[in-house]
């Protein structure tokens, strides 16, 4: 299991793009750990440093919803806490099963469908922020 980048992701800004099309890198190689039955240690290192590049893209967004006063800062502001708590679960998946053929598969389905509410972020409310920032940056 991959996530592929397209070019139908891309925002038009630049710096969230590159962010995004990082996030996909990124989350790939957790995959690819799982895929190969890594250790747990391995595996958590890539949750824990996912997890940190996305608080770092989250900050990003909203640093620049509140420069230019977006006005819908507070719902897309939300929907980053739920969904990095939701990553945090995770890790913390990881910890109370540990790592087997049999978990890497668990916990590559709650990968899968915390992906899923990601994508939904990304092709619905960072479109709507960077079709507002394109008219102010």
């Not at 139908?8 to 190969?36: C, M, P, W």
Request: no cysteine.
């Amino acid at each position: 299991m991959r996530m592929q980048w397209i070019a139908d992701y891309k925002t038009g800004i630049e710096a969230i793009d590159e962010h995004h099309e990082s996030i996909f890198e990124r989350i790939n190689e957790v995959l690819d750990a799982l895929d190969q039955d890594a250790e747990v240690s391995t595996i958590k290192r890539l949750l824990i440093l996912f997890e940190s590049f996305l608080a770092s893209h989250f900050a990003l967004e909203e640093m620049l919803q509140e420069k230019y006063v977006y006005p819908d800062f507070s719902s897309h502001f939300d929907e980053h806490k739920q969904l990095a708590k939701n990553f945090s679960g995770l890790i913390m998946h990881l910890e109370s099963e540990g790592a087997s053929p049999y978990s890497n598969k668990s916990l590559k389905e709650l990968i899968a469908s915390w992906w899923a509410s990601y994508m939904a972020h990304m092709n619905s409310s960072d479109k709507q922020l960077a079709e507002f920032l394109k008219n102010r940056m």
